[in-house]
């Protein structure tokens, strides 16, 4: 009996440090190895913008095209798994901003992402405009938006159907 | 060990079985050759534009501009493209299986095989085809449907941009305007992590990096560009048929790993993505004007030159630009919130924001929390945590019942690529202190602040090269006036919500009044910094009044210690009288304190009155004082640009 209730004592820690790990690969942006780092300490001021910008790229792997699997992105492109996560991570501030008004480009451009039918778009809208303050929680980072905004659609009848797509 | 009869008759036929299958990749590579050098594919177009084969420029003969060794699979295949091609088709035969960090060559040249195995229809029975997954995957991600020449605005603060930038965005199929963002983009620029403006410049000049190619979410570039270096955006939609667009990204596959040696001026990112265009459509010559400098906004007007290239174009609006208009449109009561509601010293339980209706409140909140990302994206963060002041703003804004307004920004008159041409030649004549002459004048690139300002950054001027050849009539006969070889000069208006400092510097020669009453040419360093406003409505106004604090240096064996150091106010106005005639009465003095000391002073009026987009008029007036010795100027002057 004891050794019985050891076994399922050790395979339940096993099991819990099993889920864990899943869930730290699933939707964690910080496994990625770039996205909100790109953002960090962009103050504006010349060099600082320049070693990241339009002529002088940094050296970085990311987004070069043929690199194989790299982070988020296999040969470049963000690998599908990432994409709602990566496209969150990159628009945070303008997805709050659309969210809080109930409209925008990159509003738009999420709802795409997740395949929010045109019949639901004004249902989705309104529902994230009011809930804009859960989804973006008072310093909340990318994988904690991306899981608020999912349990914010799950428990909308409608648009339940999109959360599993995020 | 003894085999039976048949059995060995059997291994025998095997055997005969076996061996033409291995002897016939190379004949049947003789073969492909054989009809390569009779169809002379290494002469085509298509394959000098893949390979990036261009003319030597003394001897005969081609190089490539790759630098990359791995780009050629011939060890002479940078120069001689028959070698390469027939290395290339034997390449085509490699069983290398693809893996996460391999490709067969097949598939890290696709575009080429997928070119030659169009001239030379490849049986695949004799030349197995490579199914190229990753290629596979990668274009399915991208799905194309067409491609957009995506066109930065300048942006004078920052030295890699000062002319603009250009890149290329692959539309899907699945998009549209709303969703543009989720579109990619293929940039070509110098791989570096170099953050000092002076040396990134000095090996930029020197081809000291490697440029390459990568490719990105749009979202990020509209990030970078709209919010965070608030420069506008311009999109022209290129009308290419699938085909080219194909081939365009099938060439970006191969370009993947290969770098060029990237230089400033003339191999720098629009001149590849030129490149690009040429490979996917080889009837196109875009390349051949700039062979010595490519200016984004010029490589952006050759592309639109070509006859129904571009279909249609967008402007984006930066996040500044934005700001800048909706703020125009506001009533006072709204603007005096702003900047309280933006820095945290207000809060919406005030009266004076309360007792707007709820469409005006809308509109205060979002504009404020546009204010606030500009303060944090230029580094002047009011508070200590901006993120959390956003939220506030933002949430304010999810109670308010009011749709979205989002007035649309009027898109400018004239594009970037209806500006007036970048290079500019003047004839004129006049009269300076007593003396009558005529004068050339030419400056290669690119704009100054009298010019026509449609299409260029207002405010922004960069010149290279400016120079000036005068004959008077009597006495002087024939000099040159000054040379200017680099001249910039950014003067940003301010205002309640926006700071910018304003700078200038130029470095050269011109002439110089000494007490003998010759006139050297002296070497000369000057700028510094200044400010600007809009007079009199500060959001509304064009006419623009600066002032400057210049420091100068000038060195010469003719001047009193070979040199003169000195520092004084020049302020100025910019008025735009009409759209056509513009004015810009100014005056300078200096006081040279060491070396060769003098207080010299100048005060004039520059008109300039545009006759059509590339011709103007212009005529200079001013009364200078150097060495004690005062004299008028006055000239007269036709301008072309081209």
Known sequence: MRKILIAVFLSVVSALAFAQKAAAQQNNIGTCGWGAKLFDGQSGVAPQVLAVTTNGTSGNQTFGITTGTSGCTQDGVVRSTWKTAMFIDGNKERLARDMSIGNGETLDSLAHLIGVRQEDRAAFNRTVQANVSRIFASGSTTDQVVVALKEVLGSDRTLAQYAASI | ?642
């Open chain 2, 1 to 642: 060990m003894s085999f039976p009869l048949r059995a060995r008759w059997t291994l025998l036929c095997l055997l005969c079985l076996l061996a033409p299958s291995t002897a016939s990749p190379a004949t049947y590579l003789d073969e492909l050759i054989g009809r390569s050098r009779e169809q002379r594919l290494s002469e085509r177009r298509e394959w000098h534009r893949l390979m990036h084969y261009t003319s030597n420029l003394v001897t005969p003969g081609v190089h490539s501009l790759a630098d990359a060794r791995r780009f050629f699979l011939a060890p002479d295949g940078k120069t001689d493209p028959q070698s390469e091609l027939e290395a290339t088709l034997a390449a085509f035969f490699s069983d290398i299986v693809e893996t996460d960090k391999e490709q067969n060559p097949q598939c890290a040249f696709i575009a080429r095989y997928s070119w030659l195995d169009q001239q030379l229809r490849f049986d695949s029975a004799r030349l197995p085809r490579q199914p190229c997954k990753r290629f596979r995957d990668w274009r399915e991600t991208l799905n194309p449907q067409g491609v957009t020449l995506i066109f930065p605005a300048a942006s004078l603060n920052n030295p890699s941009s000062m002319y603009g930038h250009t890149l290329l965005r692959v539309d899907a199929k699945d998009q549209d305007e709303k969703t543009r963002l989720l579109a990619y983009a293929i940039n070509y620029a110098a791989n570096t992590d170099e953050t000092n403006g002076i040396a990134f410049a000095i090996n930029g000049l020197i081809g000291g990096y490697p440029g390459m190619f990568s490719i990105m979410p749009y979202y990020l570039k509209v990030r970078e560009y709209n919010d965070m270096e608030n420069r506008d955006i311009w999109e022209y939609q290129l009308n290419l048929t699938p085909e080219e667009t194909d081939r365009l990204l099938m060439h970006a596959w191969e370009l993947g790993p290969i770098y060029f040696d990237y230089y400033f001026f003339d191999e720098n990112c629009s001149y590849y993505l030129l490149e690009l265009l040429e490979v996917a459509r080889p009837d196109l010559d875009l390349t051949s004007p700039f062979r010595w400098w490519a200016i984004p906004s010029d490589t952006v007007r050759e592309i639109v030159k070509q006859k129904g290239l571009v279909k249609n174009t967008v402007y984006r609006p930066s996040n500044a630009t934005v700001i800048h208009y909706r703020l125009g449109l506001m009533s006072p009561d709204e603007l005096a919130l702003i900047n309280p509601l933006a820095r945290g010293t207000a809060s919406t339980a005030d009266r004076a924001f309360a007792a707007l209706p709820p469409t005006s409140q809308a509109r205060v909140l979002e504009v404020s929390h546009d204010y606030l990302s500009y303060l944090r994206a230029t580094g002047r963060s009011p508070v200590e945590d901006p993120q959390e002041l956003a939220r506030k703003l933002l949430l304010e804004r999810s109670r308010v019942a009011a749709g979205a307004e989002d007035p649309p920004v009027p898109v400018p008159p004239v594009r970037p690529d209806e500006g007036h041409g970048t290079s500019r030649v003047g004839i004129g004549g006049g009269r300076r202190d007593g003396l009558n002459f005529v004068e050339l004048h030419g400056r290669p690139v690119y704009h100054d602040l009298m010019d026509p300002e449609g299409g260029y950054v207002p405010g922004a001027q960069i010149e290279f090269f400016d120079f000036a050849v005068r004959d008077y009539s009597r006495g002087v006969g024939v000099r040159v006036e000054d040379i200017t070889p680099l001249k910039i000069v950014s003067i940003a208006p301010r205002n309640e919500f926006f700071q910018p400092l304003s700078w200038e510097i130029d470095v050269g020669w011109a002439r110089r009044r000494l007490a003998d009453g010759s006139e050297p040419l002296v070497f000369g360093v000057n700028g510094g910094p200044g400010l600007a406003w809009t007079v009199p409505d500060t959001l509304r106004s064009k006419t623009m009044i600066y002032g400057f604090l210049e420091s100068t240096l000038q060195a010469n064996t003719r001047l009193d210690k070979n040199y003169a150091l000195g520092i004084g106010p020049a302020i100025g106005a910019l008025i735009d009288l009409t759209g056509r005639w513009r004015a810009e009465p100014y005056a300078r003095a200096q006081w040279f304190f060491a070396g060769d000391t003098d207080t010299p002073w100048a005060v004039g009026l520059k008109q300039r009155y545009t006759l059509e987009r590339d011709w103007a008029l212009r005529l200079d007036i001013s009364r200078e004082r150097q060495e004690k010795q005062s004299w008028n100027t006055v000239l007269l002057s036709l301008h072309h640009y081209f």
